[in-house]
């Protein structure tokens, strides 16, 4: 019997490993002494990714004014921080797409996901984030330990859901008190398991509750306030047929006002479309 | 005498700031008593600024003007519905206020466009 969030992922970690290629590309990046020419050469060996790179790179999210063909010019106009978040965001995406699971729409699990991600990104610019994909990319990863409960556990997920309906409460205070933990610490876990850095699994795990965590706390609030604003909108969804929650200190510490919301809803809309084209074709 | 702040683009020239107006850094760029004309209004709002509070009640309801068209008994079933969805949380925070506001604006909107019966 799975006791743990730490304990389900060890069991599906060769399931869902993630590809070398962005372990190898984070590797290029982290190394001072490899220029662009190296990491472009990694991603040349994926074509996938190398066309995928070249129209994110040509869409409206960077509105660069020329043409970009080459690869080099695509991390050089993307910047190399910003390249791996979306190289690893593309790589997750690949890992999951193929699930297929009982009672779960994949392609409106994915939209919840990549509008969470588009509105934490247009929240991290008014903030004056200097790098805005690493909140895209925290956007798209938040939901995934939801997937892999309904991967390796979808009989307690299915006592979850039904018992959020008998019971009145949302989906994830379901998880927590019929399974004894939810999918914030699942995704954390999967994150942790990834070897990716703490914040960003501090970001996951919080984001039900920002004001718990100790260290990311901010980070955690965006993705969490653009989660609830994504869950109200209805754009996909993620399994929550109502919206979860507000953590009020959480939205206090973004200072932001509740009049950007109607502006910042508006650049989702915009950037949503062509967003979710670009992630969910070839599936 | 009220003391919401207003959204900027439901400023109307001529009405007065009732305190500081400050960019997100706390520099203030229009003192508390201030007139508001169109330019100054431009002005601030090139600033960033999307709120202010200004002096004297608000007599129309934020987004009134913009779904009058709704037949009132569909937008009552609208918002049933949203209130359902939204039962978790606290109304009267303002931002779930706002966001509860938008949510019945785009939902009646996009009834009407559709042509929903």
Request: net charge negative.
């Amino acid at each position: 019997m799975i006791t743990s969030a730490r304990e389900l992922v060890k069991n599906v970690e060769s399931v869902v490993s993630l590809p070398s290629i962005f372990t190898r590309i984070d590797a290029l990046i982290n190394n001072p002494e490899s220029n662009l020419v190296d990491i472009a050469d990694v991603i040349s060996e994926d074509p996938g990714l190398s066309i995928r790179l070249l129209k994110i790179a040509n869409s409206a999210m960077f509105n660069f004014p020329a043409e970009i063909d080459t690869i080099t010019r695509a991390i050089t106009v993307i910047g190399t921080k910003q390249l791996r978040d979306l190289v690893l965001a593309t790589q997750v995406v690949l890992v999951f797409k193929s699930i297929k699971q009982e009672g779960l729409d994949m392609p409106a699990f994915w939209k919840h996901c990549i509008a969470t991600g588009i509105l934490a990104r247009v929240f991290a610019s008014l903030r004056r984030e200097p790098n805005t994909e690493y909140y895209y990319l925290l956007g798209l990863l938040h939901e995934v330990g939801r997937l892999v409960m309904y991967m390796d556990i979808p009989e307690l997920m299915a006592k979850a859901v039904s018992n959020s309906v008998e019971n009145n409460v949302s989906l994830h205070q379901s998880e927590l008190s019929v399974i004894g933990f939810d999918h914030a610490m699942v995704g954390a876990e999967l994150m942790k398991s990834w070897n990716l850095p703490a914040p960003m699994c501090d970001a996951i795990c919080y984001h039900h509750r920002p004001s718990l965590s100790l260290n990311y706390r901010d980070d955690a609030a965006i993705i969490h306030v653009s989660d609830l604003i994504v869950n109200a909108l209805n754009l996909g969804t993620s399994g929550e047929s109502d919206i979860p929650q507000l953590d009020e200190q959480a939205w206090e510490s973004l200072e932001l006002s509740q009049f950007v919301l109607s502006d910042a809803i508006e650049q989702l809309e915009l950037q949503y479309d062509e967003a979710v084209k670009l992630f969910l074709e070839d599936a | 005498m009220t003391m919401t702040p207003i959204r900027i683009s439901h400023i109307k020239p001529g009405q007065v700031a009732a305190s500081d107006v400050k960019d997100r850094s706390g520099r203030t760029l229009l003192a508390a008593g201030t007139e508001l004309t169109e330019k100054t209004i431009k002005i601030i709002k090139s600033w960033g600024v999307v709120e202010i509070d200004v002096v004297g009640e608000i007599t129309e309801s934020e987004f009134g003007s913009e779904i009058t068209e709704i037949d009132p008994e569909r937008l009552h079933l609208i918002e049933l519905d949203l209130s359902q969805r939204f039962r978790f949380l606290n109304r009267s925070h303002p931002f779930i206020n706002e966001l509860f506001e938008i949510c019945l604006r785009r939902e009646a909107l996009k009834q009407e466009a559709s042509g929903d019966h």
